[in-house]
């Protein structure tokens, strides 16, 4: 299926009216949505409290609601940003968009002689990421899971690499980010999501083993490429105003054995994304079952949910 299909047709002449509609008008729109998804969605509340609990284990319930609920505003500020994202050109970024750390990525180029990874999360809005680092720096790729509806996903694609980025697909990612680093790109990938025993190592994730992704460590080892925490920040108080955030280099040891060094490394950027989330928990997105996968015998800790 691709946008020439009515239904793909039905997608774009959507997404034009809503790029007519005011960004300040639009976010209300799309804010004042998802607080109605808000009050009537209690599976995702209830997997958000149970993920609060885990990583807040002290946090009254008034701040665990006042976060949930702050969560699903944002998402609808998110979204609205997105649909904008054909008029946010470099004048636009420049005024709503700061960078702090890109020192980090250029010592570790002229160190390396290579492109670093990128480790980030579904955190802040994280979609303008990379579209703001592409039109104040340089364009990056990023690895992203393909929507199942094709005409959706191709209208998703064409904002996503409007700024220069490029999209390197799930399924084929490990030889395309490799390409993509030595024709001199920085590669982020997302790394905060739930996998399963045979994709990912257990180590700490707050107060609680989460089953991590190893993907991003093993890449860092068979390239010998820098992995720098790469993280968006919303303005508490300018909603459409953001920080680009980088920090150091995550210290790595090539000649240590393989897989301790893939479960250590792992760990660390695990510790990269806790800092932040802690920083300000209402900006990561708590409605995912991070915590799923457990140890044989270990019981789900969202069978209620």
Known sequence: MTNDTPIGLRYTVFVRFLEMIPLR??????????????????????????????????????????????????????????????????????????????????????????????????????????????????????????????SLDRIVQERREFGGSRVIRKFDSAKAVLKELRAGRMVGILIDQNVDTMHGVLVDFFNKKAYTTFGIAR?????????????????????????????????MDLDAPHAEETERLTRRCNVELEKVIREAPDQWLWFHRRWKTRPPGEPNPYADC
Not at 47 to 54: D, K
Not at 129 to 137: G, K, M, R, V
Not at 222 to 228: D, F, K, L, M, Q
């Open 25 to 150: 008008v639009r976010a209300f729109l799309f804010e004042t949505l998802l607080l109605v998804v808000w009050a009537v969605d209690r599976k995702h509340r209830r997997i958000a409290r149970v993920n609060l609990r885990i990583a807040f284990p002290d946090m009254s319930d008034k701040e665990a609601s006042r976060i949930i609920r702050r969560c699903y505003v944002q998402m609808g500020t998110s979204a609205a940003e997105f649909i904008e994202i054909p008029r946010m050109d470099r004048t636009y970024v420049e005024k709503h968009f700061k960078i702090e750390g890109t020192q980090y990525l250029v010592d570790t180029r002229a160190r390396t002689g290579q492109s670093p990874l990128g480790l980030t999360g579904h955190f802040g809005n994280w979609e303008l990421l990379s579209h703001a680092y592409s039109i104040l720096e340089g364009p990056v790729s990023f690895i992203v899971r393909p929507l199942k509806n094709n």
């Open 219 to 251: 890449l860092a080892l068979a390239n010998r490429s820098t992995i720098h925490p790469a993280f968006i920040f919303r303005d508490p108080k300018r909603k459409f105003h953001h920080t680009l955030r980088f920090g150091p280099g995550l210290p």
